[in-house]
T-cell receptor, first 115, second 112 residues
Framework: DTAVSQTPKYLVTQMGNDKSIKCEQNLGHDTMYWYKQDSKKFLKIMFSYNNKELIINETVPNRFSPKSPDKAHLNLHINSLELGDSAVYFC??????????????FGPGTRLTVL | GQQLNQSPQSMFIQEGEDVSMNCTSSSIFNTWLWYKQEPGEGPVLLIALYKAGELTSNGRLTAQFGITRKDSFLNISASIPSDVGIYFCAGPGSGNTGKLIFGQGTTLQVKP
C-alpha cells in the first residue's frame, strides 16, 4: 500500500564507488522528483521527470544521473561518490507537476553515507 | 534567488502549550505549503494555502497566508508528544516547473 517507496533505506559505501537508489510510486502520478536533505535538514530539489521527460535539473554535478524507465519509477545513479554526497535523498511524486501546485508525496528517504 | 526563512529554528515546549512559527520570503508566493517531517520519514503535507489572507485549519493546526503574500504562519494548539518533528514551509519555485522551495525548518520538541 506504500504510495512512494525507495530502496535501500540505508546505503553505506566507500568514496569513489558507484551506487543507485530506486524509487517507485503507485499513485498513478505523472511527475517524480529527487530531493537532497543535508545534515542541517535543508531540503533542495535535484531533478524532476514528467512522463519520463526531464523537467528540472538543478545544477547537480553530472555524477548524478536520474533514469526514468516509466512514469512510475525514477532511479538515481551516482558515480564516483564523494564525502559531500552523504545526505538523505528523498523521492517524491505529484499528479501533474509542471504548471501546477499539486501535493507532492514523499518517500521515506534513503540515508547515504560515504566513507 | 528565492529563499524562505523560518523562525524559530527550534522550539522545546511543554505538552499542552500552543505553538506559533512563521515563514517569510523576499519574493511573493502564490501558494504556501506546510509540511511535517517525523524522524526517519519523508515530509508530509499538513496544510496548503492558495489565497492571500486565507486561514485554514487541519485539526489542531491552523495556517495563514499573509496579506503581503510574503509570509505565512502555522499555529498548533494544545500540543501533544506526537507533534514532535520538523515543520517546513514551502512554496512553488520560479519557472512554473512544479518544484518546491523549502524553508530551513522549525524543529519542535514536546515534553510530556
Amino acid at each position: 500500500d506504500t504510495a512512494v517507496s525507495q530502496t535501500p533505506k540505508y546505503l553505506v559505501t566507500q568514496m569513489g564507488n558507484d551506487k543507485s537508489i530506486k524509487c517507485e510510486q503507485n499513485l498513478g502520478h505523472d511527475t517524480m522528483y529527487w530531493y537532497k536533505q543535508d545534515s542541517k535538514k535543508f531540503l533542495k530539489i535535484m531533478f524532476s521527470y514528467n512522463n519520463k521527460e526531464l523537467i528540472i535539473n538543478e545544477t547537480v554535478p553530472n555524477r548524478f544521473s536520474p533514469k526514468s524507465p516509466d512514469k512510475a519509477h525514477l532511479n538515481l545513479h551516482i558515480n564516483s561518490l564523494e564525502l559531500g554526497d552523504s545526505a538523505v535523498y528523498f523521492c517524491a511524486s505529484s499528479a501533474r507537476g509542471r504548471g501546477s501546485t499539486d501535493t507532492q508525496y514523499f518517500g521515506p528517504g534513503t540515508r547515504l553515507t560515504v566513507l | 534567488g528565492q529563499q524562505l526563512n523560518q523562525s524559530p529554528q527550534s522550539m522545546f515546549i511543554q505538552e499542552g502549550e500552543d505553538v506559533s512559527m512563521n515563514c517569510t520570503s523576499s519574493s511573493i508566493f502564490n501558494t504556501w505549503l506546510w509540511y511535517k517531517q517525523e524522524p526517519g520519514e519523508g515530509p508530509v503535507l499538513l496544510i496548503a494555502l492558495y489565497k492571500a489572507g486565507e486561514l485554514t485549519s487541519n485539526g489542531r493546526l491552523t495556517a495563514q497566508f499573509g496579506i503581503t503574500r510574503k509570509d505565512s504562519f502555522l499555529n498548533i494548539s494544545a500540543s501533544i508528544p506526537s507533534d514532535v518533528g520538523i515543520y517546513f514551509c514551502a512554496g512553488p519555485g520560479s519557472g512554473n516547473t512544479g518544484k518546491l522551495i523549502f524553508g530551513q525548518g522549525t524543529t519542535l520538541q514536546v515534553k510530556p
